[in-house]
Antibody
Framework: EVQLVESGGGVVRPGGSLRLSCAAS????????MSWVRQAPGKGLEWVSG????????GYADSVKGRFTISRDNAKNSLYLQMNSLRAEDTALYHC??????????????????WGQGTMVTVSS | DIQMTQSPSTLSASVGDRVTITCRAS??????LAWYQQKPGKAPKLLIY???SLESGVPSRFSGSGSGTEFTLTISSLQPDDFATYYC????????FGGGTKVEIK
């Protein structure tokens, strides 16, 4: 079964750090670009960051640039998001998602055909 | 930066109605647009990619059209399972989602 399972969420104080993980199974992980997408409680979807198949190309939303770092370990079929200098507005459910239909051969971002159920991050004092 | 404007934000409709949701990009994104359906407590589900291509397993009552800056998602005959929130997503330049359209029971 094709599956993405996120972990690492929790409650953290403003200014703190957290590292999210996403474990992939059921498909050849290093064939695909991957992204993190978040959803604040009661709000819409926000793309956070994307990475191509080998980690050679990454991208970030302006809201997280310089604070978050996306990475992947293809040997472990895993995607990561290192989040530093966290703010209250980073509170959200964080999903990892697979880019299947891409606009370029590098496939940093595409249409997301597989999503995980998410891990909740709460930034509060 | 590209902006995505989705309308309406809320739509009230009845079973059997034809429903249309619009998504406008602030600059051309060619056909690099996707549509998703999301139900409460669930991850989004891909419906349409590349503006008009139907994802495998998605009912044919869903269709997408448009290119450049204006796009539409149409549900030809609304079914009880279709009451949900719908999002557009551009993936021409990084990615950005529209604000969402909640389809409610009239």
């Amino acid at each position: 079964e094709v599956q993405l399972v996120e972990s690492g969420g929790g409650v953290v104080r403003p200014g703190g750090s957290l590292r999210l993980s996403c474990a992939a199974s059921g498909f050849t992980f290093d064939d695909y670009g991957m992204s993190w997408v978040r959803q604040a409680p009661g709000k819409g979807l926000e793309w956070v960051s994307g990475i191509n198949w080998n980690g050679g190309s990454t991208g970030y939303a302006d809201s997280v640039k310089g604070r978050f770092t996306i990475s992947r370990d293809n040997a472990k079929n895993s995607l990561y998001l290192q989040m530093n200098s966290l703010r209250a507005e980073d509170t959200a459910l964080y999903h990892c998602a697979r880019s299947y239909y891409c606009s370029s051969t590098s496939c940093l971002v595409g249409a997301f055909d597989i999503w995980g159920q998410g891990t909740m991050v709460t930034v509060s004092s | 930066d590209i902006q995505m404007t989705q309308s309406p934000s809320t739509l009230s409709a009845s079973v059997g109605d034809r429903v249309t949701i619009t998504c406008r990009a602030s600059q051309s994104i060619s056909s690099w647009l996707a549509w998703y359906q999301q139900k409460p407590g669930k991850a989004p589900k891909l419906l349409i990619y590349k503006a008009s291509s139907l994802e495998s397993g998605v009912p044919s009552r869903f269709s997408g059209s448009g290119s450049g800056t204006e796009f539409t998602l149409t549900i030809s005959s609304l079914q009880p399972d279709d009451f949900a929130t719908y999002y557009c997503q551009q993936y021409n330049s990084y990615s950005l989602f529209g604000g969402g359209t909640k389809v409610e029971i009239k």
